[in-house]
């Protein structure tokens, strides 16, 4: 990355004595015609073997020209000739650098410097091997001393720029952002607006999310037709990370419409990536499959081909796709950074989380603290994370009832595959008219297993202790489901639960066990439709059975925030109709419109909002209005600890088994026990 000094040789005073039988030679050097001037200078020794000058340029053209290793010994076999000549000892410590032995390079020249401590090139040398070894803070101070030596020497500005640009880039991938922004601002003071600069400054304000900076350093940079494209491709992404998203796809079909004008296959590919790219975000699925086929044509195994087909993949729920495709990018080339953190993207999207963790690790291995995949395992640990929950709540309804109840719950993930539940609930009710009291407590174990990616067995056994005036009893608990993926797109869950009727008092008292068998059902597409479908049949200890058909149409109507609106239908049956006990209807109907709404309100808040309104009808009975709503605010105080407030009202008939309208205001607070899952050394992640 860092210009070295090519023909400092040519300064010397050797060179000023030179033959001028040799002048082509030096012209050759001079343009880069390495090749011609090994050719040239290894005839001209046949007739001079001992000068010393055609020596030099024959051995700098023989490592230049791809054989570094040889011109080192050349010049080892000139040192012992003249041990101790200053440009030898600079050719053959250079040689070392075209060789990309760095390591070998840093002794030699600071020996060089130690003995040399004026001599330019020497201490231009030192700085730029201390900066291909990544020593940006100490090479910067070299070069300074170089540019002390030769305040006007352009090589050494060169060098000073490459370096800086380096130090930046080492200090955004360590999430330093303003010293990355401070370094790259002083390269302006030797090369206003240039370009390089303006491009790494923009790819800054990209990842801390300010698109406005963004985008103004991209209309810097556009002062050229090639480079106003480069521009609108970089504003295309800066205005999908402001979640403008139409914008964005507006900007990047302007920018085809412009390359297709010139001739430059990289660009053209840049532009045509960027515009598929904001197809997708736009979810315009189809025409983005049909660009990427056409463009495939045109270029065959292209990795950012690939890597759209990959992208597609993840948006349209085609994981085993998108996989498929990042592996023919590792195939291609292993150290791909879209190839390795988008196959574990891929990867945890499948649910296979162990394959995931170690892609993001392989990511790390190549790019050292790289913001993405270091968030990405971080995101992992989050959910493997032990957990304790607090959840604490009043409730009160029109039938006169008030109710209390707490629920703990702790959660412990042993690995990516088996997690396993304890919680203790209680709830105390009271009837204000009939002064009748009684308490629940349950204890509960559960059990959770991954079968397979996307197939969850979940078991909770416990048991329910109730009280009520001078009475009690204990009855057993269980709840089983099994959550499935039948095909992409498609979320089944198949479940049983025994639970013991508690809303009340008047209901603990009467010990009615509820046996429920249901199944759930969603459909998603990729056209924001979705269909929710919920069956239940319940087998009460009262001999009453009740039959449960829950259908919700919905429309995805924006992203971010994420509004979701539809049509609800429920059909409710009992067997037997005992309404002084609870609510039983032979045939119970509602239809309601709901809107649901969540979002971030800033970095640490976010909101949830939903409301149904529509009409129930019970039985023959005249249809009635029904309403519900709930609202909550989440804070985070940090990522391991958050609180969420929350209110719901709803006088829908078959909210509670009472059948009453009731109000519920509660906290829930979520806390991570532990810094890391207590597998995280088993992983052996990068640190």
């Given at each position: 990355m860092?210009?070295?000094?090519?023909?400092?040789?040519?300064l010397t005073s050797s060179f000023l004595k030179a033959?001028?039988?040799?002048?082509?030679?030096?012209?050759?050097?001079?343009?880069?015609?390495?090749?011609?001037?090994?050719?040239?200078?290894?005839?001209?020794?046949?007739?001079?073997?001992?000068?010393?000058?055609?020596?030099?340029?024959?051995?700098?053209?023989?490592?230049?020209?791809?054989?570094?290793?040889k011109s080192t010994g050349l010049f080892a076999?000139?040192?012992?000739?003249?041990?101790?000549?200053?440009?030898?000892?600079?050719?053959?410590?250079?040689?070392?650098?075209?060789?990309?032995?760095?390591?070998?390079?840093?002794?030699?020249?600071?020996?060089?410097?130690?003995?040399?401590?004026?001599?330019?090139?020497?201490?231009?040398?030192?700085?730029?091997?201390?900066?291909?070894?990544?020593?940006?803070?100490?090479?910067?101070?070299?070069?300074?001393?170089?540019?002390?030596?030769?305040?006007?020497?352009?090589?050494?500005?060169?060098?000073?720029?490459?370096?800086?640009?380096?130090?930046?880039?080492?200090?955004?991938?360590?999430?330093?952002?303003?010293?990355?922004?401070?370094?790259?601002?002083?390269?302006?003071?030797?090369?206003?607006?240039?370009?390089?600069v303006l491009i790494n400054l923009a790819n800054l304000y990209l990842i801390i999310k300010e698109a406005d900076k963004a985008k103004d350093i991209y209309l810097r940079y556009a002062t050229t037709p090639k480079d106003s494209i480069t521009a609108l491709n970089g504003i295309a992404l800066a205005e999908h990370i402001d979640e403008n998203d139409k914008e964005a796809l507006i900007i990047a079909k302007g920018a085809t419409v412009k390359v297709d004008k010139i001739d430059d296959v990289k660009l053209t590919e840049s532009t045509y990536d960027r515009y598929v790219q904001a197809l997708i975000w736009n979810r315009k699925f189809i025409s983005a499959k049909n660009k990427i086929d056409s463009l495939e044509v045109h270029y065959p195994n292209k990795n950012w081909i690939l890597a759209l087909k990959a992208t597609l993949g993840l948006y349209t729920g085609d994981a085993k796709s998108s996989v498929e495709s990042y592996d023919r990018i590792l195939v291609n080339d292993s150290s791909s950074f879209d190839g390795n953190l988008g196959k574990a993207n891929a990867l945890f999207a499948s649910d296979k989380i162990i394959p995931a963790y170690n892609m993001a690790n392989q990511t790390l291995k190549f790019y050292k603290n790289q913001k993405d995949a270091k968030g990405f395992i971080e995101k992992l640990n989050l959910m493997h994370t032990p957990t304790i929950e607090e959840h604490a709540a009043y409730t009160f309804d029109n039938g006169n009832n008030t109710?209390?109840?707490?629920?703990?719950?702790?959660?412990?993930?042993?690995?990516?595959?088996?997690?396993?539940?304890?919680?203790?609930?209680?709830?105390?009710?009271?009837?204000?008219?009939?002064d009748n009291k009684a308490t629940s407590h349950v204890a509960l174990v559960g059990l959770q297993y991954k079968l397979f990616p996307k197939t969850v067995l979940k078991s909770?056994?416990?048991?329910?202790?109730?009280?009520?005036?001078?009475?009690?009893?204990?009855?057993?608990?269980?709840?089983?489901?099994?959550?499935l993926q039948p095909f992409k797109l498609q979320n089944l869950t198949l479940g049983y639960q025994r639970e013991v009727?508690?809303?009340?008092?008047?209901?603990?008292?009467?010990?009615?066990?509820?046996?429920?068998?249901?199944?759930?059902?969603?459909?998603?597409?990729?056209?924001?439709?979705?269909?929710?479908?919920?069956?239940?049949r319940t087998q009460q200890s009262d001999d009453n059975v009740r039959n449960l058909l829950f259908t919700s149409l919905y429309y995805n109507v924006l992203r971010k925030p994420a509004l979701k609106m539809g049509v609800n239908y429920q059909y409710i049956t009992f067997k037997d109709q005992v309404p002084t006990i609870y609510f039983s209807p032979e045939k119970y109907q509602a239809f309601e419109l709901f809107a649901d709404i969540r979002g971030k309100i800033s970095e640490k808040n976010t909101y949830m909002t939903s409301a149904a309104t529509g009409i129930q009808k019970v039985e023959d009975d005249p249809n009635t209005n029904i309403?519900?709503?709930?609202?909550?605010?989440?804070?985070?105080?940090?990522?391991?600890?958050s609180l969420n407030v929350y209110g719901k009202y709803s006088n829908i008939a078959s909210a509670t088994a009472a059948g009453f309208e009731f109000t519920e205001i509660g906290l829930k607070a979520k806390w991570l026990f532990l810094k890391k899952p207590l597998f995280h050394k088993e992983l052996n992640l990068e640190q």
């Open positions: 860092i210009r070295k000094v090519v023909f400092l040789i040519l033959q001028s039988d040799m002048t082509k030679g030096f012209g050759l050097l001079e343009k880069g015609d390495f090749q011609e001037a090994e050719l040239f200078f290894g005839e001209y020794l046949k007739t001079d073997p001992n000068n010393k000058t055609a020596l030099l340029c024959y051995g700098r053209a023989v490592g230049l020209s791809g054989q570094p290793q076999d000139l040192l012992e000739d003249y041990p101790g000549d200053f440009e030898i000892l600079i050719n053959y410590n250079e040689s070392f650098l075209w060789a990309k032995e760095y390591e070998q390079a840093k002794p030699l020249y600071a020996d060089l410097v130690d003995k040399f401590p004026t001599k330019f090139g020497a201490v231009l040398g030192y700085a730029n091997t201390l900066s291909n070894l990544k020593e940006y803070k100490l090479a910067l101070s070299w070069v300074e001393k170089a540019i002390e030596l030769d305040p006007d020497n352009a090589s050494a500005k060169i060098s000073r720029k490459f370096m800086r640009l380096g130090y930046a880039n080492e200090f955004v991938n360590n999430q330093q952002y303003g010293k990355g922004e401070q370094t790259l601002k002083k390269i302006f003071e030797d090369f206003p607006e240039d370009k390089d109710a209390f109840f707490t629920n703990t719950t702790v959660d412990v993930p042993f690995s990516t595959k088996f997690r396993t539940t304890i919680s203790y609930f209680f709830r105390s009710t009271e009837n204000t008219v009939t909770v056994f416990g048991i329910n202790n109730s009280r009520f005036l001078d009475e009690a009893y204990t009855q057993p608990v269980i709840d089983l489901k099994l959550d009727q508690s809303f009340n008092a008047e209901l603990i008292e009467r010990e009615i066990v509820q046996n429920h068998y249901g199944l759930n059902y969603n459909l998603g597409t990729n056209v924001n439709f979705g269909w929710y479908t919920q069956l239940m309403f519900r709503a709930e609202a909550s605010v989440q804070h985070h105080f940090s990522k391991r600890f």
